[in-house]
Each structure stands twice: as C-alpha cells, then as structure tokens.
C-alpha cells in the first residue's frame, strides 16, 4: 500500500485516513490470516505525523508449557515523516520519505513484527511443565516431590548402600 503524501506536504490536506490488510504468512509463519493496518498521517503546523496500528491473529506455542494458542497481537505505531535528514543519526527517529509516494505496507509489516513479545506465554501466570514427569501443571497437579535430590549427592547415597 503506497500513500500519496504531497497535498498533506503542502497543506492543502490535513489529514489522511488509511485502513488496508497485509498477507505477511510468508515473511512470518506464526501469523495465517491477513493483518490489518489502519491509521491516518496528519500535517500538524507543517509537520506530518504518522500514527498507525497493526493488528493480526498469531499462531502460538507458549514457552513454558508447549500449548498452541492463538493471540490478537496489536502494536501501535508513531512517528514524524519527513522529506530528508539533517543529522545521520535521527535515522531511527523519523521515518524519511524523498518522494511523493510513502511505502506503507513495508514500513507497517517490519513494525508489526519488531513490536512482538520476547518471551510468549499462553497467560502471564503459566505454571509450565513438571521437569520431573512433563505433566502439564495447569491442567493437572502431579505428585513429584518438589525437592529432588541433587545428582552428586544420589551417587555419593548409591556408593554408601552397597
Ligand atoms: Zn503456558
Ligand atoms: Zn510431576
């Protein structure tokens, strides 16, 4: 999705709506179904803000716990446009756009993807797996001993029994 920003440059727009879907299945496995992107650019006092939110359904396995699931995952998104840079370094600032014409759907895509959690949990207060029989602790409480004994001491127990 490209967007013709010249009037909003010159001001004879103040505002621009969007609302457009991606398929990024092949960029990002996790994620079937098309994302939505909607937003608008507006020109406040000269400058052109963008300010936009992906929204897509993501396919999951929780780390913990191995469960699949399924997550509404929304990430907004701001930030200034303009024509060019005056400093090298505010690259990670602004988003520069020499032309007329503002790619969208890239910039919203890496965006969507950069805005995702580091650790996936299916909920925050997951108990995981027992280490001892792999039985789901959320499903099932189990009957391992909580303390087990530690390796080096079980040899020295085993070397003491015979
Ligand atoms: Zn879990
Ligand atoms: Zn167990």
Redesign the pocket.
């Known amino acids: 999705m490209r967007i013709n920003i010249k009037q909003l440059r010159d001001g004879s727009l103040r505002e621009k709506q969007f609302e457009f879907t991606a398929d990024i299945s092949e960029i990002e496995t996790t994620v079937s179904k098309p994302i939505t992107i909607s937003g608008e650019i507006t020109n406040r006092a000269g400058v052109l803000l963008l300010s936009m939110t992906m929204e897509g359904e993501r396919n999951l396995v ?1 780390d ?2 191995a ?1 699949e699931f399924s997550r509404i995952t929304s990430v907004p998104f701001e930030s200034c446009i303009v024509d060019h840079l005056d400093n090298e370094d505010d690259e990670d600032y602004f988003i520069v756009c020499e032309d007329d014409e503002l790619d969208l759907e890239e910039l919203a895509v890496s965006m969507f993807i950069l805005g995702f959690e580091s650790k996936i ?3 925050e207060d ?1 108990k ?1 797996l027992c280490h001892i029989c792999g039985a789901n602790l ?1 499903e099932q409480a189990c009957n391992c001993k909580e303390e087990s004994i530690d390796p080096r001491l079980e040899i020295l127990q085993q070397l003491l029994d015979e």
């Open positions: 929780c913990r716990c469960k949990l299916c909920s997951c995981g959320n």
